[in-house]
């Protein structure tokens, strides 16, 4: 079996001043190394994966996205929970009536690994926890929009979806859209009734938009008093031909400086 070997020069002292005495390596001495490729672990793509594989990658897959979360570094946990997505397609289901597999003999499902026992469920049980996992990233990256997104691929899946139905509602919150949030807590209520997680949210939530209209009324209020709506004092005009109807001029010209006088009412 031939291994794949590069050479690797090392120098400006790789060692240091001090070099190494058990390698009889002196100080500041260049090195050069001889590096050998034993093994790769190529990766496959999707559609060149078995059934069984693809539920193998999409479950490590699962494991490695837990673990970045659990250290804070929700990016790659979405990268790598995003890849069950990849594995398994839409529910895992890609293929399962096509005519053609149909028509395959039991011996070639099994060494090709097709012939997965209850494959449709365990990816829909996979496919369920990376979207939920997605959105519980998403709102700890303060993305309620995508939050929401993820939720709602869950929800096709399992419409009843607690986890799924509590993070659409905080991704509501997150994008201060408080009525959409208290809808997605009530549909949890409808699910879970005795969920006390829930029913906080509800009167956080209600506290929000309350204080928000609140806070509108008094600043329209204060507009309202600042702004004077009396109607203006009538101004005096020196100049304006007024009816004279005293009896000592004619009638004739009372009536004709009343026709040709502009009144206002």
């Not at 790659?76 to 895992?92: F, Q, S, T, V, W």
């Not at 293929?95 to 209850?118: A, C, F, Q």
């Not at 997104?149 to 905080?170: H, I, P, T, W, Y």
């Amino acid at each position: 079996k031939q291994w794949y070997q590069r050479r690797v020069a090392i120098t400006a002292g790789g060692y240091g001043n001090s070099g190494n005495a058990h390698l009889a390596v002196p100080g500041g001495a260049d090195l050069e190394y001889t590096v050998t490729l034993k093994d790769l672990d190529q990766p496959k793509y999707s559609y060149e994966l078995s059934k069984a594989e693809k539920l193998e990658y999409s479950a490590k897959a699962k494991e490695e996205g837990t673990l970045y979360f659990k250290k804070g570094n929700y990016e790659r946990a979405l990268k790598k929970y995003g890849l069950i997505a990849d594995y398994l397609g839409d529910g895992g289901n890609e293929g399962d009536s096509d005519d053609e597999e149909m028509e395959e003999d039991e011996e070639t499902k099994k060494d090709e690994g097709g012939d997965v026992e209850g494959f449709t469920e365990k990816s829909q049980v996979l496919l369920i926890a990376a979207h939920s996992n997605q959105a519980l990233c998403y709102i700890k990256l303060s993305n309620g929009k995508d939050a929401s997104k993820s939720c709602d691929k869950v929800l096709e899946m399992d419409s009843k979806n607690v986890k799924a139905l509590f993070r659409k509602g905080q991704a509501a919150e997150l994008e201060q859209e408080y009525e959409e949030a208290i809808k997605n807590y009530q549909l949890l209520l409808e699910v879970e009734p005795s969920n006390n997680l829930a029913n906080r949210q509800i009167v956080i939530c209600r506290n929000k938009i309350k204080t928000y209209r609140d806070k509108q009324k008094k600043i329209y209020s204060n507009l309202f008093a600042r702004t004077n709506f009396k109607d203006p004092e009538p101004t005096k005009d020196d100049n304006k031909i007024k009816p004279d109807f005293s009896d000592s001029e004619g009638e004739e010209e009372a009536s004709v400086d009343v026709e040709n006088t502009e009144i206002n009412v």
